[in-house]
């Protein structure tokens, strides 16, 4: 059984940062890209980044490019969300994700079949 627990949410002020940590279990960690996603309250569920199987590559949404870092350590299957400059609109519920197939890219969070149960991220202005 797939599991993916993210931690490290909370409220920060305006301009400061978080680290999101998401641990994964009963997969093989290192043949899956891994996503972040956010929702926030009566909106869809958006992309932010995604990291190659490898760690070699991401890909950004542009909301938060120049902002946010997304990492891996595939020795310890986790997935990391260094969130750095942080403003009032980036208030949301981070879940993170791995796709429906191996090796695959993918930035729809229809093509992803694995989730966490979220961590709620507030920033205050």
């Known amino acids: 059984q797939v599991q993916l627990v993210e931690s490290g949410g909370g409220l920060v002020q305006a301009g400061g940062s978080l680290r999101l940590s998401c641990a994964a279990s009963?997969?093989?960690?290192?043949?899956?890209?891994m996503g972040w996603f956010r929702q926030a309250p009566g909106k869809e569920r958006d992309f932010v980044p995604v990291?190659?199987?490898?760690?070699?590559?991401?890909y950004y949404a542009d909301s938060v490019k120049g902002r946010f870092t997304i990492s891996r350590d595939n020795p310890k299957n986790t997935v990391y969300l260094q969130m750095n400059s942080l403003k009032p609109e980036d208030t949301a519920v981070y879940f993170c994700?791995?796709?429906?197939?191996?090796?695959?890219?993918?930035?729809?969070?229809?093509?992803?079949?694995?989730w966490g149960q979220g961590t709620q991220v507030n920033v205050s202005s």
């Open positions: 994700a791995a796709p429906k197939d191996t090796h695959t890219l993918v930035t729809g969070f229809r093509q992803y079949g694995y």
């Open positions: 009963g997969l093989t960690f290192n043949d899956y890209a």
């Open positions: 990291v190659t199987w490898s760690g070699t590559s991401a």
